[in-house]
């Protein structure tokens, strides 16, 4: 009997162990769970309610938006940057990223950078280099003028200790001719001074997540995770978001990917229906 019971504790011990081995690596790659605040943004205005809540569901790393983003003032809540630092760490969180506007950059990048690290960002990000630059119909020397220009910005980024890094929105997943404007930017911007953050919805516009982090390996730092049913009805010209593990995006290939791409970090930016699920999902996902 005491034999059995002894093979028994072992039995179950090793059971254990096997359980607390798959925790570990349930977190794609071992990062964070993070989440972008702004399709959030209405719920910010009780910001430390609305961290305690984001690390009520696992989040653990929020990706913010800069104080002055919007003329509303929807983000001013997070102006004082030294308090915003220590809500998140009384709930365990930190922001390491954070989006400013282009013009934002261009026209006050110093104090963009001092906000940032008094938050403990250490990588800013803009969405799009269409501003002034020809929007979603550039031409070929709209698209080299902005990228000499994001050089400037990052070089200046990087003396501060900073990691600049670029989204893509609609002026990069234009067409300049035959080429995709996104394309003609991995060959013109720096690639020390300047990293990349994938947007997986641009699925929509026919780029795929783990074919360019394949393709372009070490230019990624970041990426903003939703999923997408492409066999959906269009709706207003593009296949409609869904919980991320529920649409047509390979999760375990992408993340796979993501380790060539460079990938340190990534993003949900859905709904907050949507963000309850697939963080649920992105907790279990083994890769």
Known sequence: MAAQ?????????????????????ANPLG??????????????KDFPGFVKMMAGIGV????????????????????????????????????ESCHFSLDELRSNQPRCI????????????????GDGNGDDHPTMDQVKKAADEYNGIAA?????????A????????????????????FDLLDPELVKYQFQMSTINSGLVGAEYFQKY????????????DMNAPLREGRRPQVAVGKGSIDWAKTFRAAK????????????????????AYLKALLV
């Open 5 to 25: 019971s002894r093979r028994e504790f072992l039995a179950a011990a090793a059971a254990s162990i096997a359980a607390s081995a798959i925790e570990l690596q």
């Open 31 to 44: 990062l964070p769970v993070g989440s972008q605040i702004y399709p959030l943004r209405s719920m910010l």
């Open 60 to 95: 653990t790393r929020l990706e913010l938006c800069s104080p002055d983003r919007l003329d509303t003032g929807e983000f001013k809540v997070l102006s004082n940057a030294k308090e915003v630092k220590k809500i998140l760490a009384d709930h365990g969180l930190k922001a």
């Open 114 to 129: 001092e906000w940032a690290k008094e938050v403990g960002v250490t990588q800013i990000l803009t969405n799009s280099l």
């Open 156 to 164: 200046v980024a990087a003396k501060a200790g900073v990691q600049q």
């Open 166 to 185: 670029l989204h893509n929105e609609g002026f990069e997943v234009s067409m300049v001719g035959d080429k995709r404007t996104y394309d003609l930017l």
């Open 217 to 228: 390996p070490g230019r990624f730092i970041s990426m903003h995770v939703q999923d997408v």
């Open 260 to 279: 060539t791409g460079g990938i340190k970090n990534y993003f949900v930016e859905q709904s907050w229906e949507l963000t309850q699920q697939s963080v």
